[in-house]
């Protein structure tokens, strides 16, 4: 595709979601000038989608086309950067993904809502994330975030167990079904939902426990043109001085 035909939009419309305390999700709509040229370079990249390597996504990824890291590092400094309290972009990553993976084989660790990365020292380092959802139809799902009903400290053998048990196992020890995550459970209460919307992307923190929404999982599809569709960013930050 033309890098031209990715362009970010240059008068964003930007909202803001409360999330737990000091914390908020920046909304962006409209954000791509041409959301289709995006969509249509998937379509003719459909073969070259391949299971996620080293990470737990439930289902099948691609490296962004030249020129759409750059942008989306433009954009991110420009307009949502500061929003989240970061001064500066010390590494990115973006790809384009979609969710394919049916809930009965799901590994444990994709049954709750987790967090992309955490940092050493939160107070320096900031992992910022970005879904800029690519698809009309809702039943796809947008994100949830979450805050956890009991001490992190407390979750942390269920979540080490999700990473090494089978899903019987898991399942036995700690009554958790196999399926993806839709809304509050035991552990984790559901804190904001933002829906999917073409063309809408969201940004976050990444420390923060979130979950895609998936809310028909029969609709899933490994077809750019119908499937959850979608253009997710990371960014290492450093923080601004307190």
């Known amino acids: ?9 240059s008068r964003p419309q930007l ?22 040229a995006l969509v249509a370079w998937a379509v003719a ?3 070259a989608f391949q299971p996620p390597q080293g990470y737990p996504y439930p289902g099948l990824v691609v490296g962004a086309p030249a020129g759409v890291a750059q942008r989306m590092g433009d954009f991110f400094a420009q307009h949502v950067r ?9 590494d990115l990553t973006v790809r384009l993904s979609m969710v394919t993976t049916p809930p009965q084989e799901l590994e444990p ?46 979750l942390t053998p269920m979540l080490a167990d999700s990473q090494t048990l089978s899903p019987q196992a898991f399942t036995a020890r700690h009554g ?17 939902q933002v829906p999917a919307a073409w063309n809408r992307a969201i940004f976050y923190d990444g420390g923060l426990f979130h979950s895609g929404d998936v809310d028909d999982p029969t609709q899933l599809s490994a077809d ?13 930050c450093k923080r601004n001085a307190s």
């Open 224 to 236: 750019p043109a119908r499937g959850r569709l979608t253009l997710n960013s990371f960014f290492t």
């Open 109 to 154: 660790r994709q049954w709750q809502c987790h967090r992309d990365r955490v940092a050493d020292d939160p107070r320096a380092v900031l992992f910022a994330a970005s879904v800029l959802y690519l698809f009309n139809n809702p039943a796809l799902g947008g994100t949830s975030f979450y805050a956890p009903r009991r001490p992190v400290a407390e």
């Open 1 to 9: 595709m033309q890098e031209a035909a990715a362009l970010f939009n």
């Open 176 to 192: 958790v079904q196999p399926g993806y995550m839709a809304g509050s459970n035991a552990c984790f209460e559901r804190v904001a």
């Open 45 to 47: 990249q459909q073969p």
């Open 15 to 36: 909202s803001v979601v409360p999330l737990t305390a000091g914390e908020h999700c920046v909304v962006v709509d409209n954000a791509l000038v041409d959301p289709h």
């Open 82 to 90: 500061a929003l989240l309290g970061a001064r500066r972009t010390l």
